[in-house]
């Protein structure tokens, strides 16, 4: 099982950028993808951008482009990148871990391992 710890969330206005980090700790299998999910209010969760062990990345039309998922695996710790954020990316932004896929997949179902969350707020 993986512990992962976010963090880097804000409030920021429209056009600005952030930073999240996602510290991970505990057993990393030979095949995995880590990725980035959100939540907004009302909505259900939604994958943003995914990466898989082979460096090979994934991300949601809404947000190519503007945010980069990178990992340093050094320091067991996955990035998110978001430029020119919107109001729309305002959710809470959680980091989690699929064990036994190659694949970078943004869909829910794969990851069982989870982080507390950070909130990110965009105002117009």
């Known amino acids: 099982q993986m512990q992962l710890r976010e963090s880097g969330g804000g409030s920021v206005q429209a056009g600005g950028s952030l930073r999240l980090s996602c510290a991970a700790s505990?057993?990393?299998?030979?095949?995995?993808?880590m990725a980035w999910f959100r939540q907004g209010p009302g909505k259900a969760r939604e994958g943003v951008a995914a990466v898989a062990r082979d460096g090979s990345t994934n991300y949601a039309g809404s947000v190519k482009g503007r945010f980069t998922i990178s990992e340093d695996n050094a320091a067991n710790t996955l990035y998110l990148q978001m430029n020119s954020l919107k109001p729309e990316d305002t959710a809470m932004y959680y980091c989690?871990?699929?064990?036994?896929?190659?694949?970078?997949?943004?869909?829910?179902?794969?990851?069982?391992?989870w982080g507390q969350g950070t909130q990110v707020t965009v105002s117009s």
């Open positions: 989690a871990y699929a064990a036994g896929t190659g694949a970078p997949l943004l869909s829910l179902d794969w990851y069982n391992s």
């Open positions: 505990g057993y990393t299998s030979s095949m995995y993808a």
